[in-house]
T-cell receptor
Framework: KNEVEQSPQNLTAQEGEFITINCSYS?????LHWLQQHPGGGIVSLFM???GKKKHGRLIATINIQEKHSSLHITASHPRDSAVYIC?????????FGKGTKLSVKP | NAGVTQTPKFQVLKTGQSMTLQCAQD?????MSWYRQDPGMGLRLIHY???????DQGEVPNGYNVSRSTTEDFPLRLLSAAPSQTSVYFC???????????????FGSGTRLTVV
């Protein structure tokens, strides 16, 4: 069983829709990271969480430490949000990655 | 611009050849790491370093070698390339204050390697 599981694997949405991507993990962590990978391949860090909730523009990330679960929400989605979103947890000093969620937002 | 610089962006190797992927950061980050990304799999840790002169193996270290002679540079060496090493490679760095406090990661732009 993978230590970091993301769902869904693929997601297609219409522009303007509210989007949720989920991440569950099975190991002890010091922090959880949400990353974005655009079709060009580069990886950008969106959030780092150890508790609670963070918001940046239309993106919101939450984490429930007791349930070992995090969600990434995108409000008012836009085609430029199309990318792969990756959940990663820092455990025993290194990152363990989920397989990613490929999001496609149609105009 | 501050960040992580990876070179080359693309490389084709023949089986058995050796090469070095370069990674440099100018943020004075102690922690540096190399990952490979394969279709249908999450990024996997190859090697990492918590400071100059200190390196350790990750999940998939076989066939790769690293060294960390300076804080800035963390090259990844493929000793004898094999088709199974065809992948996209990412270098990343992070600040570490030695107290276990987590900070964000900065990733390089990636190297797409094909071994034929």
């Amino acid at each position: 069983k993978n230590e970091v599981e993301q769902s869904p694997q693929n997601l297609t949405a219409q522009e303007g829709e509210f989007i949720t991507i989920n991440c569950s993990y099975s190991v002890g962590i010091s922090a959880l990271h949400w990353l974005q990978q655009h079709p060009g391949g580069g990886i950008v860090s969106l959030f780092m969480l150890s508790s609670g909730k963070k918001k940046h523009g239309r993106l919101i990330a939450t984490i429930n430490i007791q349930e070992k679960h995090s969600s990434l929400h995108i409000t008012a989605s836009h085609p430029r949000d199309s990318a792969v979103y990756i959940c990663a947890v820092r455990s025993r000093g290194n990152l363990i990655f989920g397989k990613g969620t490929k999001l496609s937002v149609k105009p | 611009n501050a960040g992580v610089t990876q070179t080359p962006k693309f490389q084709v190797l023949k089986t058995g050849q050796s090469m070095t992927l370069q990674c440099a950061q100018d943020m004075n980050h102690e922690y540096m790491s190399w990952y490979r990304q394969d279709p249908g799999m999450g990024l996997r840790l190859i090697h990492y370093s918590v400071g100059a002169g200190i390196t350790d193996q990750g999940e998939v270290p076989n066939g790769y070698n690293v060294s960390r002679s300076t804080t800035e540079d963390f090259p990844l060496r493929l000793l004898s390339a094999a088709p199974s090493q065809t992948s996209v490679y990412f270098c990343a760095s992070s600040y570490s204050n030695g107290w276990g406090v987590d900070y964000g990661y900065t990733f390089g732009s990636g190297t797409r390697l094909t071994v034929v």
